[in-house]
């Protein structure tokens, strides 16, 4: 999807306190990685989301020096969110990072990431130091095929 089409897609986001920043260089991005930033900034909780040509970040706060930074390092004592990285010729995406000090909002940033998610596209998840969450979601999502 070419940067006009996603700019007006988030502008309405954007216009409601919260904030759904590109970086510069991105001039076209896969339609996955735009409907996950959208059900992302669907979500309540979620203030900030941060895109590059790799990656893509979700938070509710920001790193406070680094405003288009979302925090979302595991254990963090009051941030909610999560950041995947993705591969657009090699159609997945890797959860690299998710916190939630809420319980159900894990469950609810997973969701709204494999929500639309095309079936030609995988997810995976490398390191898992959550003693059983992936293994609950891979239980929900089974119409979905993850890379181990």
Request: proline share 7%; net charge neutral.
């Amino acid at each position: 999807m070419k940067r006009k089409e996603f700019d007006k897609l988030f502008a309405p986001f954007n216009e409601n306190r919260k904030q759904i920043w590109v970086i510069t260089r991105v001039k076209e991005l896969p339609k996955p990685i735009v409907y996950m930033a959208l059900n992302l900034a669907a979500l309540d909780f979620i203030k900030f989301i941060n895109i590059s040509d790799e990656a893509l970040a979700a938070s509710s706060e920001n790193y406070p020096n680094r405003p288009k930074v979302p925090i979302t390092n595991m254990n963090h004592e009051t941030a909610i969110g999560v950041q995947i990285l993705y591969s657009p010729v090699h159609n997945y995406i890797n959860f690299y990072d998710i916190n939630s000090p809420i319980n159900g909002n894990g469950n609810k940033m997973v969701d709204a990431i494999l929500r639309d998610l095309p079936k030609d596209w995988n997810p995976s998840v490398v390191m898992d130091w959550s003693n059983g969450f992936w293994d609950k979601m891979k239980e929900k999502y089974k119409d979905v095929e993850w890379i181990m």
